[in-house]
């Protein structure tokens, strides 16, 4: 019998329940103090209105929160399908897939959200570095941070590939030039601004160093497969 494994599995437990609890806990208080706003959507959303609802910015965090439950059945879906078929560490490979999107998405739909002159107002550029950081303001600069965010989080944990700093630094840098140019090109009035490049980038790195510990390395990876059945003795 293996002593230090049985030893082991409690902690471990014990770790989930306590990062699930914290995780809980931060999503009650953040729908708390946002409770207001987010209650002035609410029956424009339930109305399935997209004027007032998914235009705004309280109607997509409140359709977020509300998707939550969604979301933790499907990651539960997808770690019990793992499960089955002997994969290993299938509720972090299920818990990063949904926790990546799910985190995401959000904050992309509100950076493309059109202005009022989108259509009409040409496409604006800053390239001056550090320039449109000394107007953005704390509630910016956060917003910003938070763009790719869970991606960063999240992206290490699931693909070996991406397990290192400086590649989180690139893919957040690369999503964040893509949606800066499809703000340009879709005229959407909005500035496209080097300094968000710089920002959600920095975002995604800060994101990636806190789940550093539970990022899947290259020496995991091969166990993340099913293993095969063995064959009988002859």
């Known amino acids: 019998m293996n002593h230090d494994a049985s030893l082991s599995a409690p902690p471990r437990r014990t770790r989930r329940i306590v990062l699930l609890s914290l995780a809980t806990l931060g999503m009650a208080s953040a ?23 998914f235009d705004t910015f309280n109607g997509v965090v409140l359709i977020t929160l509300v998707a939550l439950p969604l979301a933790a059945l499907v990651v539960w879906a997808l770690a019990s399908r793992r499960r ?6 299938a509720w972090r ?14 904050f992309l739909w509100l950076t493309m959200m059109p202005g009022s002159g989108a259509g009409t107002v040409p496409g604006r550029v800053s390239l ?42 690139a893919l957040g840098a690369g999503c964040s030039a893509l949606v800066e140019t499809a703000q340009y090109v879709l005229r ?27 990022w899947r390395t290259t020496a995991e990876a091969p166990s993340d497969r099913p293993r095969p059945a063995l064959a009988p003795a002859g």
């Open 128 to 169: 001056v570095p550090v320039r449109d950081l000394l107007t953005m303001g704390p509630l910016g600069i956060v917003g910003n941070l938070l763009v790719f965010a869970s991606l960063g989080f999240f992206a290490p944990m699931r693909f070996a590939a991406l397990a290192s700093v400086p590649r989180i630094l």
């Open 31 to 53: 729908a708390f103090v946002l409770r207001r706003p987010l209650m002035m959507s609410a029956p424009r959303c339930m109305a399935g209105r997209w004027h007032g609802c």
């Open 188 to 214: 959407l009035d909005r500035v496209s601004s080097v300094d968000d490049v710089l920002v959600n980038a920095a975002g995604a790195v800060l994101a990636a160093l806190a789940s550093r510990r539970w």
């Open 84 to 89: 089955a078929a002997g994969v290993t560490s």
């Open 93 to 106: 490979m299920s818990l990063a897939e949904v926790g990546m999107v799910h985190g995401t998405v959000p």
